[in-house]
């Protein structure tokens, strides 16, 4: 019996934590045996990818009930687990495992991550990582030390700040998304501070003198000198109403929200472009399928294209080759109350279109794409494959064009070459970077945080 005792220490219900490897060096646990895993309290998660492991940085506030200190982590991810938190959600978590300091002794225990700070504890330990070593008497806390606020303020007296850097939210919705890691990876190389923000995981406060973004646990994005917007087209409405309540706080979005929201709506752009006097192939566009013969006709018959409005990737395009397939085609979306248009085939393109990717503008990178035998949708999603070309003048002066009739400072163009010139066929607002980065080779992510720094630059000079 008294080996027993020997091995194993006595904790109270709280105690102070070192974690060496995060370089956090106290933080207080809540000690919790009814818990299977201990949790650190983690924001701004971001997962990526060191020698062919997971890993994931992330951010601590260490002090209960303050965000001022905030140490950056990073660790090596050994699980995830899909964790039923206090409230009944269920959230899937990275899992990491560091050594634990408590007293004198010092082991190696799993925690598992998440951003919900539960109310002052900012970390919790559980029975697993007290397994063989510890036993709790619950009435006393602090066994192995206080650590009152002049000695915290002096273990934290030097809080990694990066001095002329910018604070730069990246709203997105994947943090694993090749065009989302490479942007944070650019930004942190240029010597900013990057955040990933998960759209979901905003919220806002409007109120006429103090309106506010929060981010899921409470902390407040009132202070972010930018915002760069990848919105996925579900996430549309709501990530809009973001925006429009960050550019209301005078935070920069590379992007703004009234472009975003139109560029998603295929007709209005359409109709945008061709005000700007830019060629596209021609279009219809009808309510009622009673309408539908003449639609065919204005359009100049088959073989013709049916566009789903809200498709991407390619989805919902649609080649009807024969008049009778066109019909069926359109009376069968219609039926669906799915709203389409209907486009002239472009057939000497023969599956090729031009994706130009323009930023503040100027076309940064361009190529070309190229369908699957027997497909005629280019898109990488459908098969089709990328590939180097040079655009003309032309092509290249209609791309600029494109983005500034959309207002967007980034934009991906999509282009055919028709045997009456090139034709747009529509602009994106969050165009990936994968396939153009590796078939150019050039660092658009890069770039885009130039034109970050240029455009905040501007706007300090304005204001002196
Ligand atoms: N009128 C047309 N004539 C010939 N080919 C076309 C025409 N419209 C589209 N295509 C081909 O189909 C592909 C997909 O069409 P489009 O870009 O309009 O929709 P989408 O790709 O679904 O939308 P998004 O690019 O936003 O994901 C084009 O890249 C092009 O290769
Ligand atoms: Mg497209
Ligand atoms: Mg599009």
Redesign the pocket.
Known sequence: MSDYFDQKSVIGNAEWCTFPSLNIPAIKARVDSGAKTSSLHAVNIQSFQRAGQLWVTFEVHPIQESRKVVVYCEAEVVDQRVIKSSSGDREKRYVIQVPLQLGERTWEVELTLTDRDSMGYRMLLGREAMNGRLLVDPQVSCIFGDRPQETLAKLYETPEIREGGLRIGVLASNPELYSNRRIIEAGEAMGHEMQFLNVRHCYMKLDATTPEIHYRGGRILNDLDAVIPRIRPSMTFYACTLLRQFESLGIFCLNDSTAIAQSRDKLRSLQLLLEHGLAIPTTGFANSPLDTNDLINMVGGAPLIVKLLEG???KGVVLAETKKAAESVINAFKSLNANILVQEFIKEASGK?LRCFVIDGKVVASIQRVAAPGEFRA?IHQGGRAELVKITAEEKRIAIKAAKAMNLKVAGV?LIRSNNGPLL??V?SSPGLQGIETATNEDIASMMISAIERRLAAKARDAL
């Open positions: 991407t990737q390619g279109d898109n999509d066929l529509e994106n």
